[in-house]
């Protein structure tokens, strides 16, 4: 078994953040009925590093928007590609894009996301803590 992981990012209106974390909620929860192991989403904190391209850059973030950052989990490309058919097909993914991406209060553009599926090269994990969140997150 290999694991698989999908990895997005894309920007969205700061003001809309709160707005817009019950969704991420609610389809975090619809992957991992699916397959997904894990499914995390963050917001942009620290993302200039002096020599490198940042998020920002790469997705053309406007004034007002904050880059999102996430990455979905698998056991494997098969689960995933499985998911994903499964995802497509369940009756309230449309719902939920609807209240991303109606006018005029879009939260949420596809074509400013950037996505790809991804093979680990190195998996290292820190189970000292019983492989549990820090508490602090």
Request: hydrophobic share 40%; with cysteine.
């Amino acid at each position: 078994m290999s694991l698989y992981v999908d990895g997005f990012t894309f920007p969205i209106r700061e003001a809309q953040l709160e707005d817009y974390r019950p969704i991420a909620e609610q389809v975090a929860h619809i992957w991992k009925e699916y397959g997904a192991l894990e499914y995390f989403e963050c917001t942009a904190d620290e993302i200039h590093l002096k020599g490198t391209r940042t998020f920002s850059d790469a997705i053309q973030l406007q004034e007002g928007e904050i880059v999102i950052f996430g990455w979905v989990m698998f056991p494997s490309k098969e689960v995933r590609n499985t998911a994903h058919r499964r995802v497509a097909e369940d009756p309230r993914i449309p719902e939920l894009m609807k209240a991303l991406s109606k006018p005029p209060n879009m939260i949420f553009d596809a074509k400013q996301m950037l996505f790809g599926g991804f093979r680990p090269l190195i998996q290292m994990a820190d189970l000292s803590n019983g492989g549990k969140a820090e508490d602090s997150l």
